[in-house]
């Protein structure tokens, strides 16, 4: 359009002269459309979408994690059972266990003695939380597809009717709700990952070293690292606050409801993130009691893949070093192109 001030060459410069010097010419706007710029809920709309799919492969990232964590704890398998998932059908549970169980395939896991009659509930329960995530996000792209393919115009032009109406259907509450519902399923997600990792540390449930020290008395090992996840946990459970109720009246009485979407959207990327940190410190607790048990060479097949890429950047924890190294390639490893091209083979 010509207005205001943009980066040109490094200078800011007004949009005109840019345009200017660069042989552009400002776009004539047609009927509605400086309404459309700037009276739509476009922009979170589209980064809805995008975040959406962050989500798609954080809970297949939460899948394989738990199934590395499940070989490092050596947890008891029935509850992947597919027959007595399949007497709870909820779509993202029979998703999630099926996962794991493609995860595990040729795993000693199928074929060992069980130590535990029962697990956890974050060993024993993993796949259902995460199930009722993707319950949550198959909600979310549902309500959003409607969007999309939807008009929000106010007024609504009718063509066939040769009419235009005032109307609400600019109002974001329908695919603003299951964002918020999502913010609180991946805060289920974030405690119930913390919750094994500090299993993994305890050797009541482990029957392993404390701490998962290779050396009691000489190396602390992942001790002090729960202050880390715990704390990273603590602020996903605050931003997964509603904030969907939190507006004002504005603009002379009129605009009396919102919804505040894009500031939604923004605590969605800062919990992912989050995640990305706490499921890579699982996965890091989960490489090392891999190793105690000296078991490499039973796990999974796709577990054994996620395992060489957690080794090849961190080796194994035999005296205690600064961690922070650590966490951060783990992170790296658990965003990386190569793990997505784990978990999403096809």
């Known amino acids: 359009m010509g207005e205001g001030k943009v980066f040109y060459k490094g200078k800011r410069i007004k949009a005109i002269e840019a345009f200017k010097k660069t042989g552009l010419s400002p776009v004539n706007l047609g009927p509605k459309d400086g309404l459309a710029i700037v009276g739509t809920n476009a922009m979170a709309i589209g980064f809805s979408v995008l975040v959406l799919q962050k989500i798609n492969n954080i809970i297949k990232l939460a899948d394989l994690v738990y199934a590395l964590s499940l070989e490092g704890f050596k947890g008891n398998t029935s509850p992947l059972h597919e027959k007595v998932n399949a007497e709870r059908p909820y779509d993202g549970q029979l998703i999630s266990t099926k996962r794991v169980r493609s995860f595990l395939s040729n795993s000693y896991l199928w074929k060992s003695s069980i130590d535990s009659l029962q697990d956890p509930l974050s060993y024993r329960s993993a796949c259902h939380v995460h199930g009722a995530v993707l319950d949550s996000l198959k909600f979310a792209k549902h309500q959003l597809k409607i969007q999309l393919n939807s008009s929000e115009d106010n007024p609504c032009v009718l063509p066939e009717e040769d009419d235009i109406i005032h109307s609400g259907n600019f109002e974001p509450l329908a695919w603003v709700l299951p964002l918020e519902m999502l913010l609180i399923g991946l805060s289920h997600l974030s405690r119930i990952s913390c919750s094994r990792t500090i299993k993994l540390s305890t050797p ?3 029957k392993l070293s404390r701490f998962l020290t290779p050396s009691e008395g000489q190396t602390i090992a ?41 500031y939604i959207i923004e605590k969605m990327n800062k919990v992912i993130d989050n995640l990305y940190y706490i499921l890579a410190m699982e996965a890091m607790h989960a490489a090392q009691a891999i190793d105690l048990r000296n078991v490499v060479n039973k796990i999974g097949i796709t577990t ?42 096809n």
């Open 204 to 206: 009541a449930f482990t």
């Open 222 to 262: 992942y001790g002090t690292i729960q202050k880390t996840f715990t704390s990273l946990d603590t602020e996903i459970r605050h931003l997964s606050n509603p904030c969907s109720v939190d507006y004002q009246s504005i603009s002379g009485n009129i605009e009396d409801h919102s919804t505040n979407a894009p």
């Open 304 to 345: 054994c893949k996620f395992y060489h890429l957690i080794r090849n950047e961190i080796p194994f924890l035999e005296k205690d070093r600064v961690l922070t190294t650590d966490i951060k390639k783990a992170y790296n490893v658990v965003k990386s192109k190569q793990l997505l091209e784990i978990i999403n083979p």
